[in-house]
């Protein structure tokens, strides 16, 4: 049974540029939540998707958005990149929001911009 | 401003010794989990915690939730290099609600 699995695992980017990083969910989730995880710090809530809509968002801004498919994929894409935005990315699957505490995490997109 | 904080930041021991992982908050969470990340990978979650003064045992790992629901805490018994990872605890509001993380506690066990 395959986990979250997330695309790409490293990227480099030049600030001002716009990224997409996608995450397929565990089989049988249907939530998806993004965080942002810079070096030597915990996990940030960036936004989660369910029904293909953004049910929550962190602290963020505009810049980040995302979408969720009809698969319950999901995209996480970022514009006018910025050197303080170079970091882990990752995503986390669960059931519906009110279907318990279980969450999955994939391994993450290494982001980093230049 | 919701902040769970871990202590101590950096453990460094011996195989074999004991150790305890602190996570504090002034909110009431409706639970607290406790993560093991290992460089490259995403978090694993060991354990879940929802009701006050909860204790779990896993193995050589018990995680206790304080009578408040504010604060957590791991105690690992017999340290073993297998051990060795950043430890992260994080507080939910609600089933399925956003996690909010500690910034980790990161855990050394040396043979």
């Known amino acids: 049974d395959a986990g979250v699995t997330q695309s790409p695992t490293h990227l480099i980017k030049t600030r001002g540029q716009q990224v997409t990083l996608r995450c397929s969910p565990k089989?049988?989730?249907?939530?998806v939540s993004w965080y942002q995880q810079a070096l030597g710090q915990g996990p940030q809530f960036i936004f989660q998707?369910?029904?293909?809509?953004?049910?929550q968002r962190g602290n963020f801004p505009d810049r980040f958005s995302g979408h969720q498919f009809p698969n319950y994929s999901s995209e996480l894409n970022v514009n006018a990149l910025l050197l303080g935005d170079s970091a882990l990315y990752l995503c986390?699957?669960?059931?519906?929001?009110?279907?318990?505490?279980?969450?999955?995490f994939g391994s993450g997109t290494r982001l980093t911009v230049v | 401003t919701q902040l769970l904080e871990q202590s101590p930041q950096f453990l460094s021991i011996q195989e074999g010794e004991n150790l305890t992982v602190y996570c504090n908050s002034s909110?009431?969470?409706?639970?607290l989990q406790w993560y093991r990340q290992e460089p490259g990978e995403g978090p694993v979650l060991l354990v879940t915690?929802?009701?006050?003064?909860e204790v779990k045992k896993l193995k050589r790992l018990t995680f206790q939730f304080g009578d408040a629901r504010k604060d957590s805490s791991l105690h690992i018994t017999a340290a073993q290099p297998g051990d060795t990872g950043l430890y992260l605890c994080?507080?939910?509001?609600?089933?399925?609600?956003?996690?909010?993380f500690g910034q980790g506690t990161e855990l050394s066990v040396k043979p």
């Open positions: 909110s009431v969470f409706s639970s």
């Open positions: 994080a507080g939910s509001y609600g089933a399925g609600g956003k996690l909010i």
């Open positions: 089989s049988g989730h249907d939530t």
């Open positions: 915690v929802v009701t006050g003064g």
């Open positions: 998707y369910y029904e293909e809509e953004e049910r």
């Open positions: 986390a699957s669960s059931l519906a929001p009110g279907g318990g505490y279980g969450y999955t």
